[in-house]
C-alpha cells in the first residue's frame, strides 16, 4: 500500500515538474543537507518574492516527503481526511488546476536504501545539484561505504550538460567527483579552488548576553570580495559549509550576494538538534547536536567541542551515543571514535549504549584517565548521572548521537529552560516524547 501510495504521489509531481518548468535545485550528501537547504531558503528570501521560489519541508527528503514537499502539503500521519486532501492536492498540480509556477524547487534528496535517488531523480530531475559530503550513512543498508557514495553520485550523473554542481571541495569523494558531471561544476570550502572560500571561522561566548553567542564567519567570493557574517545560536562548523553553499548557488546563478550576506546574518537559525547552543543549569553550555550522528559528522563535533571558548574554571564534556546504521564499519568507526576523543583534551565523556562501550574502551585505551570515562546502557539514565554528579558552572557540554540513541533526552536534563523544550529540542512532540 505505501508503495502505491509513494508511486501516486511520484506520477503526479513528475508530471507537474515536466509541465510548469520549475528549476529542480537538488540538494544531496551525507550529512548538512537541512543546514544547507535552510541557508539558501533563507538567501532566496533576500532576493525573490516568497511565490518565487519553494523549499523542501522540514526533513521531508524521501519518496514521501519530497511530493509533500513539492506539493506544500503536510505529512498525514493516520488521519484519513488529511490522506485525502494530499491526494486531491496532487492530482490538481497534476492536472494544471494549480501550478508550480516558482523560479526555484529546492529540494533535500536523501538516500537511505539502494535506489532511493533513482526514484527521486526521476521524479524531479535537478538542474543544478549541491552535494554537501559522501561519508559513511546508511552502509548497513548499502553493503560497503563504496556503495553507498555511488549512490550519492547519482545526483550528479543526473545533471544535464547546461546544469551547474555545487561541491564541497573540502571533502575529498566530493571534489574528485566532479569529473563525472557533465555540467559546470564550482567549489565551496576553505581549499583554495573553492569560488566561495571560509577565510575562517571562530565561535564568539557572550558571558553577558547568551543569545548574542554565536559563530563567526569569514567568507571570501571569487577571491577579492570578504563578507563577515555572524550567525547567533549556533556553534558548529556544518554552519559555516552551509552558508558558503547558499552563497555558491547565488553566485553559480548570477544573482546579488549582499543582500543574501545580510539576510543570513540577521535570520539564520538552525534546526532543533543540528549544532545549537543551548543555555544549560548551572550555568552551563550546551552544544545541542542530537539530532543523528556518522562518523564525518561526529569528527567534526569533536573539533567543534575542542575550539569552543570554555569559560574560566569550566570544563569539556563530551556526552555521545552510537552512530547508527553502519554494517560491519560500525565497531571500527566507534573506535577511531574513541581514539580521537583521547587526543582531544577533553576533560569528560560519557557513552550511551552498545557501541558508545566501544568509544569509552577506545578512548581509556587511547590514554584517557579511566575515572573521567563513563558509560550508560540509556541517555535518561545518563542525562540524570550529568545533573547530579559531573556537571558545575562554566562547563560546555557536547551531546550528539543518532536519533535511536535518543540523545535529546539529555539536554532535555540539561536545559536552563526546559518549558521550552518543544521549540529548542529536536523529537519533543507529543508523538516522540511517548516513545
Known amino acids: 500500500m505505501q508503495k502505491t501510495i509513494e508511486n501516486i504521489l511520484g506520477w503526479c509531481v513528475r508530471r507537474a515538474i515536466f509541465r510548469d518548468g520549475p528549476m529542480v535545485v537538488a540538494i544531496a550528501g551525507s550529512v548538512g543537507k537541512t543546514s544547507t537547504r535552510n541557508a539558501?531558503?533563507?538567501?532566496?528570501?533576500?532576493?525573490f518574492k516568497s511565490e518565487e521560489f519553494r523549499t523542501s519541508k522540514k526533513n521531508f527528503n524521501n519518496e514521501l516527503g519530497l511530493p509533500i514537499s513539492v506539493f506544500d502539503g503536510e505529512m498525514p500521519g493516520r488521519n484519513v481526511l488529511k490522506w485525502?486532501?494530499?491526494?486531491?492536492?496532487?492530482?490538481?498540480?497534476?492536472?494544471?488546476?494549480?501550478?508550480?509556477?516558482?523560479?526555484?524547487?529546492?529540494?533535500?534528496?536523501?538516500?537511505?536504501?539502494p535506489g532511493d535517488l533513482d526514484y527521486l531523480l526521476r521524479i524531479a530531475p535537478p538542474k543544478i545539484a549541491i552535494m554537501t559530503a559522501m561519508g559513511a550513512e546508511h552502509v548497513e543498508y548499502f553493503g560497503s561505504l563504496e556503495a553507498a557514495i555511488e549512490e550519492e553520485r547519482r545526483v550528479l550523473r543526473a545533471l544535464p550538460e547546461d546544469g551547474e554542481a555545487i561541491l564541497n571541495t573540502d571533502d575529498g569523494m566530493t571534489w574528485e567527483s566532479r569529473d563525472l558531471v557533465r555540467a559546470e561544476a564550482i567549489g565551496f570550502g576553505r581549499a583554495a579552488e573553492a569560488v566561495v572560500r571560509i577565510e575562517s571561522t571562530k565561535v564568539i561566548y557572550d558571558e553577558n548576553d547568551f543569545y548574542k553567542?554565536?559563530?563567526?564567519?569569514?567568507?571570501?567570493?571569487?577571491?577579492?570580495?570578504?563578507?563577515?557574517?555572524?550567525?547567533?545560536?549556533?556553534?558548529?562548523?556544518?554552519?559555516?559549509?552551509?552558508?558558503?553553499?547558499?552563497?555558491?548557488?547565488?553566485?553559480?546563478?548570477?544573482?546579488?550576494?549582499k543582500p543574501a550576506v545580510l539576510k543570513l546574518s540577521q535570520d539564520y537559525t538552525c534546526m532543533p538538534g543540528r549544532t545549537r547552543l543551548i543555555k544549560g543549569i548551572k550555568k552551563t553550555i550546551l552544544l545541542d547536536d542530537s539530532y543523528n550522528a556518522q562518523p564525518q559528522a561526529m569528527v567534526s563535533a569533536i573539533k567543534d567541542l575542542q575550539n569552543f571558548p570554555v569559560p574560566i574554571g569550566g570544563r569539556r564534556i563530551?556526552?555521545?551515543?552510537?552512530?547508527?546504521?553502519?554494517?560491519?564499519m560500525a565497531e571500527h568507526e566507534h573506535e577511531k571514535i574513541g581514539k580521537i576523543i583521547a587526543g582531544s583534551g577533553i576533560d569528560f565523556l560519557l557513552c550511551c549504549g552498545t557501541l558508545g562501550r566501544t568509544i569509552a574502551h577506545s578512548a581509556e585505551v587511547g590514554?584517557?584517565?579511566?575515572?573521567?570515562?563513563?558509560?550508560?546502557?540509556?541517555?535518561?539514565?545518563?542525562?540524570?548521572?550529568?545533573?547530579?554528579?559531573?556537571?558545575?558552572?562554566?562547563?560546555?557540554?557536547?551531546?550528539?548521537?543518532?536519533?535511536?540513541?535518543?540523545?535529546?533526552?539529555?539536554?532535555?536534563?540539561?536545559?536552563?529552560?526546559?518549558?521550552?523544550?518543544?521549540?529548542?529540542?529536536?523529537?519533543?512532540?507529543?508523538?516522540?516524547?511517548?516513545?
Request: proline fraction near 2%; aromatic fraction near 8%.
Open 84 to 113: 485525502f486532501k494530499l491526494f486531491g492536492l496532487a492530482f490538481a498540480y497534476a492536472a494544471g488546476l494549480k501550478k508550480l509556477d516558482m523560479r526555484y524547487l529546492v529540494l533535500e534528496m536523501a538516500a537511505d536504501h
Open 367 to 435: 590514554g584517557m584517565p579511566k575515572e573521567n570515562i563513563f558509560h550508560f546502557d540509556n541517555s535518561s539514565e545518563a542525562g540524570l548521572f550529568l545533573q547530579q554528579e559531573v556537571i558545575s558552572v562554566g562547563d560546555v557540554v557536547l551531546v550528539k548521537g543518532s536519533q535511536g540513541s535518543r540523545m535529546e533526552k539529555i539536554v532535555k536534563e540539561l536545559m536552563a529552560e526546559p518549558l521550552r523544550a518543544e521549540e529548542l529540542l529536536v523529537r519533543h512532540t507529543k508523538d516522540w516524547i511517548s516513545r
Open 318 to 328: 563530551a556526552a555521545l551515543g552510537e552512530m547508527l546504521e553502519l554494517g560491519e
Open 213 to 257: 553567542s554565536g559563530l563567526e564567519v569569514n567568507i571570501k567570493i571569487m577571491n577579492y570580495t570578504n563578507y563577515i557574517i555572524r550567525l547567533h545560536g549556533v556553534f558548529g562548523e556544518p554552519h559555516a559549509y552551509a552558508v558558503a553553499a547558499a552563497l555558491a548557488f547565488c553566485e553559480s546563478m548570477d544573482h546579488d550576494i
Open 40 to 47: 539558501i531558503t533563507i538567501s532566496m528570501g533576500a532576493l
